[in-house]
């Protein structure tokens, strides 16, 4: 049975085969799992109930030749879909990979998805789940997932992605020269003509330098650097952060056209955009850390029309007070015309529906104003002159 990225395959995304997703095992596929799928779980559960994870070493049979780290955070019906295509892979042999699903919500329903998919594929790869002892973020599940795995290449994608059938095969050819430290694969992101805002934003991943949502790290790499720093406790500039180290410290970082995962845009409440300024907290940690990478690649200069218009705001009521009318009109003037440019701007393509239009307008007013205060936080917190 196709599903819908055999459609987007041969569609404008560009000719790449996105497997099929099987609802059920079906008569005549076995239901019982073989004894090495188990050999990845010890017998102990830990103070959540869940099985933990041994050593890699203490697994048995050989090392695969490449593990695929899948964190997840109490998204069950996605991380199913994902799964499914992973183990729905070709041209590389089940005993070739593992693939580790990393807890990060601590969620029974994860670990039950785990264990249906571990016996419907039970022929497949060896299919592990574990939770991180300690802390939460994606940061502490990717550093948990490729510590416990064995393979000597670590692919790392995300729940919400739905992989090529020869993600994993082409990523695994193209790493195989040994000429680069990790490369970033191709990101899909299916738009309608007329996207919203928040569609706008998740497409962005397509032409992001480096995403975990797709990438393949040598694991001599991820043990030189120290792996993912963990202060990046939301999904925000960890990934930059060590693609940078890797190229400073390992070797180059390169890309892989032909590893694609396709990310469908997950639908978000009302003003989604106002909870993601709390993302330029961690924009002050990866300016700490790379001053000069930042500004080259990230961003040039800080977003000045925010500061514009955070400081009209805070000037009007007291010029107000002090009977300089005419500044202070002039100070709300200001604010006015930088909240109504950046609506206009933010608008551009995107749909034209009035709910939407409508969020545009209100969030315009508000973003400025939790952006400046994210980031000049962040540069409190980290101890950074950052802007």
Same mark, same amino acid.
């Given at each position: 049975?196709?599903?819908?990225?055999?459609?987007?395959?041969?569609?404008?995304?560009?000719?790449?085969?996105?497997?099929?997703?099987?609802? =059920?095992?079906?008569?005549?596929?076995?239901?019982?799992?073989?004894?090495?799928?188990?050999?990845?779980?010890?017998?102990?559960?830990?103070? =959540?109930?869940?099985?933990?994870?041994?050593?890699?070493?203490?697994?048995?049979?050989?090392?695969?030749?490449?593990?695929?780290?899948?964190?997840?955070?109490?998204?069950?019906?996605?991380?199913?879909?994902?799964?499914?295509?992973?183990?729905?892979?070709?041209?590389?042999?089940?005993?070739?990979?593992?693939?580790?699903?990393?807890? =990060?919500?601590?969620?029974?329903?994860?670990?039950?998805?785990?264990?249906?998919?571990?016996?419907?594929?039970?022929?497949?790869?060896?299919?592990?789940?574990?939770?991180?002892?300690?802390?939460?973020?994606?940061?502490?599940?990717?550093?948990?997932?490729?510590?416990?795995?064995?393979?000597?290449?670590?692919?790392?994608?995300?729940?919400?992605?739905?992989?090529?059938?020869?993600?994993?095969?082409?990523?695994?050819?193209?790493?195989?020269?040994?000429?680069?430290?990790?490369?970033?694969?191709?990101?899909?992101?299916?738009?309608?003509?007329?996207?919203?805002?928040?569609?706008?934003?998740?497409?962005?991943?397509?032409?992001?330098?480096?995403?975990?949502?797709?990438?393949?790290?040598?694991?001599?790499?991820?043990?030189?650097?120290?792996?993912?720093?963990?202060?990046?406790?939301?999904? %925000?500039?960890?990934?930059? =952060?060590?693609?940078?180290?890797?190229?400073?410290?390992?070797?180059?970082?390169?890309?892989?056209?032909?590893?694609?995962?396709?990310?469908?845009?997950?639908?978000?409440?009302?003003?989604?955009?106002?909870?993601?300024?709390?993302?330029?907290?961690?924009?002050?940690?990866?300016?700490?850390?790379?001053?000069?990478?930042?500004?080259?690649?990230?961003?040039?200069?800080?977003?000045?029309?925010?500061?514009?218009?955070?400081?009209?705001?805070?000037?009007?009521?007291?010029?107000?007070?002090?009977?300089?009318?005419?500044?202070?009109?002039?100070?709300?003037?200001?604010?006015?015309?930088?909240?109504?440019?950046?609506?206009?701007?933010?608008?551009?393509?995107?749909?034209?529906?009035?709910?939407?239009?409508?969020?545009?307008?209100?969030?315009?007013?508000?973003?400025?104003?939790?952006?400046?205060? %994210?980031?000049?936080?962040?540069?409190?917190?980290?101890?950074?002159?950052?802007?």
């Amino acid at each position: 049975m196709n599903d819908a990225r055999d459609n987007l395959g041969s569609g404008p995304c560009g000719g790449f085969g996105f497997g099929r997703l099987v609802p =059920d095992a079906g008569p005549g596929r076995s239901h019982r799992p073989r004894e090495a799928r188990d050999a990845g779980t010890a017998r102990t559960p830990d103070a =959540d109930g869940a099985p933990q994870p041994r050593s890699p070493q203490a697994l048995q049979g050989p090392p695969p030749a490449l593990s695929v780290v899948i964190p997840t955070c109490r998204r069950p019906a996605l991380l199913r879909r994902c799964l499914e295509a992973v183990l729905d892979q070709e041209r590389l042999a089940p005993d070739e990979v593992e693939v580790i699903v990393v807890d =990060d919500g601590h969620d029974a329903a994860a670990r039950d998805t785990v264990d249906a998919l571990r016996m419907r594929h039970a022929a497949g790869p060896r299919l592990r789940y574990l939770r991180p002892a300690h802390g939460r973020g994606p940061a502490v599940a990717r550093n948990a997932g490729w510590r416990a795995a064995r393979g000597a290449l670590i692919a790392f994608t995300d729940d919400d992605t739905l992989p090529a059938r020869h993600w994993l095969a082409e990523g695994h050819a193209a790493m195989a020269d040994g000429r680069h430290a990790a490369l970033c694969g191709r990101v899909l992101v299916p738009l309608p003509p007329r996207p919203t805002d928040h569609e706008r934003m998740t497409a962005g991943l397509a032409s992001a330098e480096f995403v975990t949502a797709n990438a393949f790290v040598r694991r001599a790499a991820l043990e030189r650097v120290g792996g993912f720093d963990e202060r990046f406790t939301r999904a %925000w500039r960890e990934d930059s =952060d060590l693609q940078f180290r890797l190229m400073q410290e390992v070797g180059p970082v390169g890309r892989c056209p032909a590893a694609a995962v396709l990310h469908p845009v997950r639908a978000e409440p009302w003003g989604v955009c106002l909870r993601q300024q709390r993302n330029a907290y961690f924009d002050a940690l990866l300016y700490k850390k790379h001053p000069r990478l930042y500004r080259e690649r990230i961003r040039r200069r800080p977003p000045w029309n925010y500061y514009a218009i955070v400081a009209g705001a805070l000037a009007a009521p007291p010029l107000a007070l002090a009977g300089a009318g005419a500044a202070a009109a002039g100070a709300a003037g200001l604010a006015a015309l930088g909240i109504l440019q950046l609506a206009v701007a933010r608008l551009g393509p995107t749909a034209r529906t009035p709910r939407h239009v409508g969020e545009m307008l209100a969030t315009s007013a508000l973003i400025p104003f939790l952006s400046v205060y %994210w980031r000049l936080r962040g540069a409190w917190d980290f101890r950074v002159g950052f802007l």
